[in-house]
């Protein structure tokens, strides 16, 4: 079931794109819920990068509302979830940049980052300014969070 069409949709906007993509694996959505969806950065700070995002555009985090809220959370814990059981990551990063002054790359599409971290892994962190040489593909990634995913319960 797919979950599309939703009002004030750009599709000059990454996420709404993504989503109206209508190939996940293209365009890197690993889950979808029926108000957020899971969706790998497709320039990760670390391999396993996800984004928790509201499928509604242009809704801050202040106007979301309860339900949306809890999906996005649910939707972090299932990435935490996953990404634990694939990667065996350190710990995480989890958070949320509101505003392209505050390092929001989308920043009309509320999402939550989940970074995975490993011991001495800040080479990959982007403060070095550098291209990250990152040990797999999205694709791999992708497929990989996709099945862990559908492991969790729902
Ligand atoms: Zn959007």
Sequence with gaps: MRYVSTAGARL?????????AG??????????????????????YASGHLMAALNRHGCSLEDATSAELTETMELTQRA????RATYHPDGFNVGV??????????????HVHVVPRWEGDTSFMPVIGETKVLPETL????????????????
């Design 97 to 110: 940049n509101l505003g392209g002054v505050a390092g929001a790359g989308v920043p009309d599409h509320l």
């Design 12 to 20: 000059d906007c990454v996420f709404c794109a993504a989503l109206a």
């Design 139 to 154: 694709e791999t990634t992708h497929d990989r969070l996709s099945a862990a995913l559908r492991s969790l319960s729902a």
């Design 23 to 44: 190939d996940d694996r293209r365009a890197l959505i690993v889950e979808r819920g029926k108000l957020a969806f899971l969706i790998l950065n497709a320039f990760p």
């Design 80 to 83: 935490v979830r996953a990404l």
